[in-house]
């Protein structure tokens, strides 16, 4: 059993997506939501794991090893307070559970940034990116992709530009995912995160603009 959870909590093993804005939330906006997206398994294990009332909370209870002549004073109880727990959920749900807010905030000025964290194999990269083959079980990058562009469309009275970026941090290197310089063995040390006043971002990713929601897309599948 495993379990991807949809949130802010940092980890090596994460995926992240930003929405870049100038304004800055109000600090009752600014809440940090949580979530827990619980893989679907063959059996699931109701002696394990117990959701609370309106799903809420999430509590999980591993039995303990008795081997003999052995004291194990491991901890056998964990009980989280979430925004919410996905069982069974689909991708459209979690979408409207996890992104759709966040994502048109994004287009009102606000920044947002959604994190997916969890073991290897929990569901990170299919909650995320989702199964490229299928449109129905495509993840939260695409749908956001599809909300921007059709707000976009929507404010005819504005002239808006998309560009856009994708940046993967692994073992604390940033890689550049859409840079059009080969890659040397030394990651691209050009690259560095950099504080101004306006907010934080990376100085030196390459920004490629994107004026339909298809141009997105091939940047976000051709990426590597
Ligand atoms: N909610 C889900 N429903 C159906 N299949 C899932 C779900 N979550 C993950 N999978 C499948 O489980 C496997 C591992 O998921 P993956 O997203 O690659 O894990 P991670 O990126 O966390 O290592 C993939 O084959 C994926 O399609
Ligand atoms: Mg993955």
């Given amino acids: 059993m495993s379990i991807p959870c949809i949130s802010t909590t940092s980890d090596t093993r994460n995926e992240t997506c930003w929405f870049d804005s100038k304004v800055t939330m109000s600090a009752k906006e600014n809440k940090v939501h949580a979530f827990v997206r619980v893989k679907p398994t063959a059996n699931f294990p109701e002696d394990m794991i117990k959701y609370g009332p309106d799903n809420k909370s999430i509590d999980i209870y591993i039995r303990r090893d008795i081997r003999k002549g052995v004291v194990n004073n491991k901890q056998t109880d964990w009980s989280f307070k979430l925004d919410g727990v996905l069982h069974n959920a689909s991708q459209d749900s979690v979408y409207d559970a996890v992104a759709r807010d966040l994502v048109s905030q994004a287009l009102n000025g606000y920044n947002g940034t959604i994190m997916c964290y969890g073991q290897t194999g929990a569901g990170k990269t299919y909650t995320m990116t989702g199964a490229t083959e299928s449109y129905k079980h495509r993840g939260i990058i695409p749908r956001a992709i599809q909300q921007v562009y059709r707000a976009v469309e929507e404010r005819i009275d504005q002239s808006i530009t998309v560009r ?59 990426a590597r």
């Fill in 164 to 222: 856009m970026s994708y940046l993967e941090i692994y073992n604390e290197t940033l890689f550049d995912l859409l840079s059009t310089v080969p890659h040397d063995m030394s990651g691209d040390t050009h690259m560095a995160v950099v504080e101004y006043p306006q907010g934080v971002f990376v100085k030196g990713l390459s920004m490629h603009p994107a004026s339909h929601e298809e141009d997105a897309l091939n940047l976000l599948f051709e």
